[in-house]
């Protein structure tokens, strides 16, 4: 996964984890993925966004082991906008117009079947269905071993 500027800004002068990413969505892509999180979506579609019925997504009050997990008491769903196949998605929040940016807080990483950052039963949707429930979602800090 990748981290925007904007989020490794944060981190470091004013707020957590948590917190930065609190009340945010997960949008899901076709397309190629960008270099960077801080770069545009550019011509990539969207196919749909994962909500915590349909509000904010947040996380658990406290990470243990250095990783941070969803709130296990949402739902986190959501529905298709597009169809197409998912290769990549941008953990946001809802004000995040997609363009380039030094300062919007993003998480950026692959979305597929094996090997992903997100790793999914079906990467293909139409339009109108819904988003198979992301389950699990972890964002693991680096440990020295």
């Known amino acids: 996964m990748k981290i925007s500027t904007g989020?490794?800004?944060t981190l470091l002068s004013?707020?957590?984890l948590?917190?930065?990413?609190n009340?945010?969505?997960?949008?899901l892509y076709s397309g190629?993925?960008?270099?960077?999180?801080?770069?545009?979506?550019g011509a990539a579609v969207l196919i749909g966004t994962y909500?915590?019925?349909g509000a904010g997504l947040t996380f658990e009050a406290a990470s243990s082991g250095g990783i941070l997990a969803k709130a296990a008491s949402e739902v986190w769903a959501g529905e298709t906008v597009a169809?197409?196949?998912?290769?990549?998605?941008?953990?946001?929040?809802?004000?995040?117009?997609?363009?380039q940016s030094t300062t919007a807080v993003r998480i950026q990483?692959?979305?597929?079947?094996?090997?992903?950052?997100?790793?999914?039963?079906?990467?293909?949707?139409?339009?109108?269905?819904s988003l198979q429930p992301l389950e699990s979602y972890n964002i693991r800090m680096p440990l020295r071993s």
């Open 7 to 9: 989020l490794a800004d």
């Open 14 to 16: 004013s707020a957590p």
């Open 18 to 21: 948590r917190t930065a990413l």
């Open 23 to 27: 009340g945010g969505e997960i949008r």
């Open 32 to 41: 190629a993925e960008p270099a960077t999180a801080d770069d545009a979506v």
């Open 51 to 53: 909500k915590a019925n």
């Open 83 to 99: 169809a197409g196949t998912v290769t990549w998605f941008r953990h946001v929040l809802p004000t995040d117009d997609g363009a």
């Open 109 to 129: 990483g692959s979305y597929g079947l094996v090997g992903t950052d997100i790793v999914a039963a079906s990467n293909i949707y139409g339009s109108g269905v």
